[in-house]
């Protein structure tokens, strides 16, 4: 069931949006080559407590640190390490926390340093690509419709999307339902309401869309060990359009 939200409850999203919007703002600049992924993710999780919120990825299912790092092939749920990061290297640093109840959800590719013409278009498209998807979060449409608009930016642009980790409905629970495709047709699933909060997160590979588990159990690689990048943004669907609670008011 797609919960609806009222005002007050976006409102307290829009809260736990901001602070997530915050603390990957002042990451970027952590972003050089030599600094470790825990570095990153110590000084994350400092920055969220002090903020009176919790790390909602800490403990969640078992995953042991705050945010999820993904360097380079790594699609999502890398779990930051002595790693250091190499120039030419890109990164995805994904970001939830809880503030007063309820969650919010955002992540970001950074290039480190100077990267390659391949890696900067990756970075460009994904993000694109999460934009698009964005802009169908309107009342009246269908849920595939998000699913599409990125899928489309993404194969017009040479890349293609990943089908096993999804985007989701996120408020007092950080998944919750729908599960939001990064692929398929339009004008399919639910129709969209006003109150619907979604975190809408495609990722997208150089070459094929098939992944794989790494030992650890959380490390999703492209299977292929291209590059893959990852974009995702807190929004909710209002009368007015769509509102992104994780971009920085």
Request: proline residues 5%; negative net charge.
């Amino acid at each position: 069931m797609i919960i609806c939200k009222s005002r007050d409850e976006i409102r307290k999203i829009g809260e736990a949006g901001q602070l997530v919007a915050q603390v990957l703002s002042k990451m970027k600049d952590l972003i050089k080559p030599g600094v470790t992924t825990e570095e990153l993710d110590q000084f994350a999780e400092e920055l969220i407590l002090k903020s009176g919120a919790t790390p909602a990825f800490k403990g969640y299912r078992g995953y042991p640190k705050s945010v999820c790092v993904e360097i380079n092939e790594c699609v999502v749920h890398g779990i930051p390490d002595s790693r250091r990061l190499k120039e030419g290297d890109i990164i995805g640093i994904d970001v939830g926390v809880q503030l007063d109840g309820y969650y919010g959800d955002a992540a970001v590719t950074y290039p480190v340093g100077r990267v390659s013409a391949e890696a900067t278009k990756l970075i460009e498209v994904t993000q694109q690509a999460l934009f698009q998807g964005i802009e169908y979060c309107r009342v009246g449409n269908r849920l595939s419709d998000i699913s599409h608009a990125i899928q489309s930016v993404a194969e017009r642009n040479g890349f293609s999307v990943v089908r096993n980790y999804v985007g989701h409905g996120i408020g007092r629970e950080m998944h919750e339902d729908p599960q939001i495709l990064n692929y398929g047709p339009p004008h399919q699933g639910p129709l969209l309401k006003e109150g619907m909060v979604f975190a809408i997160e495609p990722m997208l590979n150089c070459g094929t869309y098939e992944v794989e588990v790494l030992p650890d159990n959380w490390t999703v690689v492209t299977r292929n060990r291209r590059l893959s990048a990852h974009f995702e943004h807190t929004v909710a669907i209002t009368d007015q359009g769509p509102l992104i609670l994780t971009e920085l008011f």
